[in-house]
């Protein structure tokens, strides 16, 4: 383990785009999709993802991914624990 | 936080105790009488209304209400001597072998009961089962000579039956009875208790020996009042009589101080009959019956088995309006038809409201009364009472007829029903279809619709049921019709289409430039919708004529323009397009086929592009209609043509056969060739092999290509006019390997891929030398099916075979469990109207269904292409 190289997930052609969306946007969506933040899907604090972007318990997080069909497929997940 | 549902957050299991028995009884039950003379049950007797009613019009004793509405309360027999409950016959084995005889310690010493209860409180705390640790430690129990505690010599148990314990020292046996097993487990420790795995506070190991039996509430099991006037009582309550009598007569007998034996009799027939009113299937335990014969049906079986609670009345219940029978084929119905039974339509029903609009109509029903068909059977008046038609009462019926109420009329043509084949693996198990009524006995449907509910005639039966509301019968119209389910979700094609004859007809119709004159013309059209002659191809023997492509052509809707390769294309180098010499290229321009065969591809189920085509192009029920139409022509023009098969089709002239075997000795000698190599160890390795291996794989590949090879020999012989290979490169049934292996050679058996080894040591029958690894020794079959085995090929074609019918066996079993986890995880989730899928808390699982909010049923094959293919149409061309 020591001798691992460090390298960062962020960019990495298999990892998709997290970020971190402010409180107002967070509010934005909510009200779109008409949910409260516990019905989002979740993201576990200890994703390395998370870790690496430094998210909080109670963040809510933007996952962008390529689809092969719908082009762009967004996600938003609630850090837990 | 939003309103979620609660979770159960843990079931607990325990043992009742003869305290708490006593506590929720509301009566002690004395007697084994039932009712006194004047009918009225007796109290403190099986039947005490304490207990609940059944007979309308009395009430409970315990909680006042009606039959119906109290839902019966337990009674309970003191027990004179304790029995064993035969559910724990096992579990008090084990307790007898681990625990002291003496002291009632558990026989461990005090260092492995405190590691044993560690690692079992320590699985409780993650939710592991604990089974192995207390397994391990009943098993270690067991080992002690000696008690640790107090000395004493531990004997041996020996069980007996299900439910009897004796005590083996030596030669010498002693019968434990059930007060003495009792005596012995209220003596175990409660920190002993949690180490056999039990929770003391729950679960008293003394408790699995009653002293207390409960007496089941009346309510469930009422007695039933037969039409002699006589009372028919339950099976349970007369178990409950037996117990009760032997139970008064053993007090009896104790008490005027019965000799031993006695005793003990009267003991173990109290200790039988409790344990068969408890379950009367244990082994090695004579089932109770009835006067009649017949077993009794107590505790256990009502619920155990198919027909218990769980799988018969909790999981699945028998329900009215439905129908089930035989399916047969009738290519005459339209595919969104069913043919029901005469029978069947004048059983089954649909209420109608009677309102000004269809008062005459349905005075009519009634009028023609229950076995005329179309008649009715019931008339609910507006007071509610439901009155039967008569032969007698239906005219009189029918002439007092009044606004509001409700008639019970017979199924009739048209009308909508629910028709489903089991296993129900997808939504097209389940489709709407209209009435037909016909005569005989049978569901009738047409063969196209067969793949969605993958049936064949082979005996398959189907449900039917019938539409009670006028809702259920708009949706299913809307939603499950038979036309709204010609694409499949699975896969975004048709999955109803051509089948069989439907293929080889069109094939041998639209193939070349057939030619028919008028007569034939209107002959195979004349079921479709066509009621127009189009201008003939032209004259011949100044005749007019019609070519097979022009009869195509007038099913297929206007303006249908499309252009592909058909199945039967052998995918030339340089595709000569409108000229394959195959008449494979498929050209049609506003709904007329110009060029190229119609095969599978073309209409067959799964992989017709032109019923794809017309379903998404046009409206579904332009694609019904034209499925029906296929189908239609389809069998007329096979019945126009001529076809048939039989063993001798697959007859081949000598000279190929000549061919073959020379083929295949030439094969056999190349195998000899290897096998030589392979001893003076000159085979060359492939990589990544042993030597061993590469032989093998060296031998499959030559033998597989011989097979093939005579395969193309045989083809050649019997050409493209051979009904086998109609029906193989049209796609309409079987392979050009099934072909192969008919006239030319079976091939290579295989077991997990491997030529056969198995069998005696060093060969796999005894005719063969030890050590032989030619072809005839592991399983080549060089005969053909029409040939016929030789006893060798036949055994080796035996073991080939049997792995198949193994691997369908092992594969439908695991698929189908894999699909009940599938669909139990996933039934509740719903896209919802904003495109979200959520599960019933509305949690999100998908902020867009699939991602990219796709139908599957109306994607083409799943593929994105449908942008492209619009463009394509409009302009003409291909784009990449
Ligand atoms: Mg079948
Ligand atoms: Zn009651
Ligand atoms: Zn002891
Ligand atoms: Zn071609």
Request: proline share 5%; glycine share 8%; net charge neutral.
């Amino acid at each position: 383990m020591k001798n691992m190289k460090e390298f960062s997930l962020i960019g990495h052609n298999m990892v998709p785009q997290h970020i971190l969306i402010p409180e107002n946007e967070v509010n934005k969506v909510l009200k779109e999709y008409g949910v409260d933040k516990e019905q989002l899907p979740k993201i576990k604090l200890a994703d390395p993802v998370i870790v690496e972007i430094g998210a909080e318990i109670g963040d809510v997080i933007k996952v962008i991914r390529n689809s092969p069909t719908a082009g762009e497929a967004v996600v938003y997940r609630l850090v837990i624990e | 936080m939003s309103a979620v549902p609660k979770k159960i957050k843990e079931i607990q299991f325990g043992l009742i105790s003869p305290k708490e028995f006593r506590k929720m009884s509301v009566t002690r039950v004395i007697t084994a009488d039932t009712y006194d003379d004047d009918g009225f049950p007796i109290e403190m007797g099986l039947m005490d209304p304490k207990m609940g009613v059944i007979d309308p019009g009395l009430r409970c004793k315990t909680c006042g209400g009606r039959a119906g509405e109290c839902p019966g309360h337990f009674g309970h027999v003191e027990l004179i001597a304790p029995v064993v409950h035969v559910g724990f016959a096992k579990l008090i084995r084990k307790i007898l072998r681990a625990t002291c005889r003496d002291c009632g310690a558990l026989l461990l010493d005090s260092n492995q009961k405190k590691q044993y209860l560690e690692q079992i409180r320590m699985l409780r705390k993650i939710g592991q089962p604990i089974e192995d640790i207390t397994n391990e430690a009943f098993k270690e129990a067991r080992k002690p000579k000696t008690c640790q505690y107090c000395g004493a010599r531990q004997l041996d148990v020996k069980v007996e039956k299900p439910s009897t314990y004796v005590e083996k020292d030596g030669t010498h046996e002693h019968k434990l009875m059930a007060s003495d097993i009792r005596s012995r487990f209220e003596k175990i420790s409660n920190d002993d208790i949690e180490v056999m795995g039990m929770d003391p506070s729950k679960a008293r190991p003394e408790w699995t020996i009653m002293t207390v039996l409960p007496v089941p509430p009346v309510t469930m099991r009422p007695s039933i009042t037969l039409e002699s006037g006589q009372r028919s009582e339950d099976d349970l309550t007369h178990k409950l009589v037996d117990i009760i009598r032997i139970n008064q007569r053993f007090q009896e007998n104790r008490e005027a101080g019965a000799p031993q034996l006695i005793i003990e009799d009267l003991w173990e027939l109290l200790q039988y009959h409790v344990t068969t009113f408890i379950d009367n299937a244990v082994s090695g335990v004579p089932p109770a019956r009835h006067r009649s014969g017949r077993p009794l049906k107590t505790l256990s079986q009502r619920l155990k088995g198919k027909e218990g609670r769980f799988r018969g009345s909790l999981s699945g219940k028998r329900v009215n309006f439905s129908a089930r029978t035989v399916i047969s084929p009738d290519p005459n119905l339209s595919i969104s038809e069913v043919g029901v039974p005469l029978s069947m339509a004048m059983e089954l029903s649909i209420p109608v409201n009677v309102t000004k609009r269809n008062l005459e109509e349905v005075r009519e029903f009634i009028k023609r009364g229950p076995d005329n068909h179309p008649g009715a059977n019931y008339v609910i008046r507006d007071d509610n009472r439901r009155l039967k038609v008569t032969d007698k009462n239906c005219e009189e019926l029918a002439e007092t007829l009044e606004l509001g109420w409700k008639v019970d009329r017979q199924l009739k043509n048209g009308d909508i029903i629910l028709f489903n084949r089991q296993p129900s693996l997808h939504r097209m198990s389940i489709m709407a279809h209209e009435v037909k009524v016909l005569p005989h006995k049978t569901f009738r449907l047409n063969p196209a619709v067969c793949p969605p509910y993958n049936a064949d005639f082979d005996g398959d039966e189907m449900n039917m049921h019938v539409l009670q509301t006028e809702e259920a019968r708009a949706e299913a119209k809307m939603l499950i019709h038979v036309q709204e389910n010609i694409l499949s979700p699975r896969f975004g094609g048709p999955i109803i289409g051509g089948i069989h004859d439907h293929i080889s007809g069109m094939y041998m119709l639209t193939k070349g430039d057939n030619r028919v004159d008028k007569n034939d013309f209107l002959e195979m059209l004349r079921k479709s919708r066509i009621t127009e002659i189009v201008e003939p191809a032209g004259e011949e023997d100044g005749k007019p004529y019609w070519t097979g492509k022009n009869v195509f052509s007038q099913i297929l809707p206007d303006g249908l323009n499309m252009t592909y390769k058909a199945l039967l294309c052998e995918n030339c180098d340089t595709c000569k397009k409108e000229d394959c010499n195959r008449d494979a290229y498929v050209t049609i321009r506003d709904g007329q086929l110009l060029s190229g065969t119609i095969d599978e591809k073309a209409v067959g189920a799964f992989k017709g592009l032109i019923l794809d085509r017309i379903v998404k192009d046009y409206t579904p029920a332009v694609a019904l209609q034209f499925i029906d139409d296929m189908t239609r022509l389809a069998i007329r023009s096979i019945m126009h043509f001529g076809f048939s098969f039989g063993i001798n089709d697959e007859d081949i002239p000598d000279e190929a056969s000549a061919q073959i075997s020379e083929l295949l000795e030439e094969a056999e000698m190349r195998v000899m060739d290897f096998i030589i190599a392979f001893n003076e160890e000159n085979l060359e390795p492939l990589p990544g092999r042993t030597v061993a291996e590469t032989l093998e794989l060296r031998i499959m590949q030559e033998l597989g290509k011989a097979r093939d090879a005579t395969g193309e020999i045989a083809g050649k012989y019997l050409g493209l006019d051979n009904t086998a290979v109609i029906m193989a490169v049209s796609g309409a049934r079987g392979s050009m390997l099934n072909l192969t292996q008919m006239a030319g050679c079976v091939g290579q058996q295989a077991v997990r891929g491997e030529r056969i080894r198995r069998g005696y040591a060093g060969r796999t029958l005894s005719n063969f030398n030890h050590g032989d690894l030619g072809a005839a020794a592991h399983g080549f079959v060089k005969s053909s099916y029409k040939k016929g085995l030789s006893p060798t090929e036949y055994f080796f074609h035996a073991i080939g075979g049997r792995e198949g019918l193994v691997d369908t066996a092992v594969r439908t079993s695991q698929s189908g469990y894999l699909q009940r986890r599938l669909v139990n995880a996933l039934q509740d989730l719903e896209v919802q109207y904003d495109g979200t899928v959520r599960d019933t808390r509305g949690m999100v699982v998908q902020f867009k269904y699939g991602e990219d909010g796709v139908d599957p049923m109306k994607s083409d094959y799943s593929r994105p292409q449908t942008i492209r293919r619009i463009i394509e149409d409009v302009i003409g061309k291909e784009v990449e």
